[in-house]
């Protein structure tokens, strides 16, 4: 299983974007890169999924270079309620089961 | 709502009860998987059932024994636990194979205190 590094925390402010950047230098093949967020006391949610160049919806947008040996989330104008534990992680869909292996995280403090 | 519906949402016990933890899916999953997050933790996989069958257990003491009699439901049964099992215990669920890109849809979580 791909390991990933991922800042352990960042602080924001609101209305500012905010860019978390994930390293996955042993990236394979069939590995997909996902973000989830997660607030306190509750069970992470998925944000953002992609394989390469960029993802985009409704609540974020990820960035993947050529090489897929990072990974950029990007938050745009954030508010308070964006406070949470964001993950990265790199995951092969191409098997059976699949399963989440969870690194610390990075946990974004925005600020009024 | 998630989906995924876990109960209790929190349940104090004593080291000699025994309890259950009840996680429910209406998606159409067919993997389920319990996780552990202690406090200031990251989430620890405890269990996979893929097709109602186990198919991973990390090296969980056996003081928690899953079950899983159906595609939908997924229990966490528990018997003489330690303070340190204290923990907020998640449920989720996804899609095997290459469905699995949709991502995991993880419960609420039940809160758990030994006493």
């Known amino acids: 299983l791909a390991k990933t590094t991922q800042p352990i925390s960042m602080d924001s402010y609101e209305g500012q974007e905010v860019n978390i950047t994930c390293s996955h230098n042993?990236?394979?093949?069939?590995?997909?890169i996902t973000w989830y967020q997660q607030f306190p006391s509750q069970g992470p949610r998925f944000i953002i999924q992609?394989?390469?160049t960029k993802v985009t919806n409704e609540v974020a947008s990820l960035f993947i270079p050529a090489d897929r040996k990072s990974s950029t989330l990007s938050l745009p104008r954030v508010s308070l309620s964006d406070t949470a534990v964001y993950y990265c992680?790199?995951?092969?869909?191409?098997?059976?089961?699949?399963?989440?292996?969870f690194g610390a995280g990075t946990r974004l403090a925005v600020h009024p | 709502e998630t989906g995924v519906t876990q109960t209790p949402r929190h349940l104090v016990m004593g080291m000699t009860n025994k309890k259950s933890l009840k996680c429910e899916q209406h998606?159409?999953?067919?993997?389920m998987y319990w996780y552990k997050q202690s406090a200031k933790k990251p989430l620890e996989l405890m269990f996979v059932?893929?097709?109602?069958?186990?198919?991973e257990n990390n090296s969980v003491p056996s003081r928690f024994s899953p079950e899983c009699p159906n595609s939908s439901h997924l229990f966490l049964h528990l018997h003489t636990l330690q303070p340190e099992d204290s923990a907020l215990y998640l449920c989720?669920?996804?899609?095997?194979?290459?469905?699995?890109?949709?991502?995991?849809?993880f419960g609420s979580g039940t809160r758990l205190t030994v006493v």
């Open positions: 998606l159409g999953h067919n993997a």
């Open positions: 992609g394989y390469k």
């Open positions: 042993n990236i394979a093949t069939n590995d997909y």
């Open positions: 059932y893929s097709l109602e069958e186990r198919v």
């Open positions: 989720a669920s996804s899609q095997t194979g290459n469905q699995g890109r949709y991502g995991y849809t």
């Open positions: 992680l790199v995951v092969d869909f191409s098997g059976g089961y699949n399963k989440l292996i």
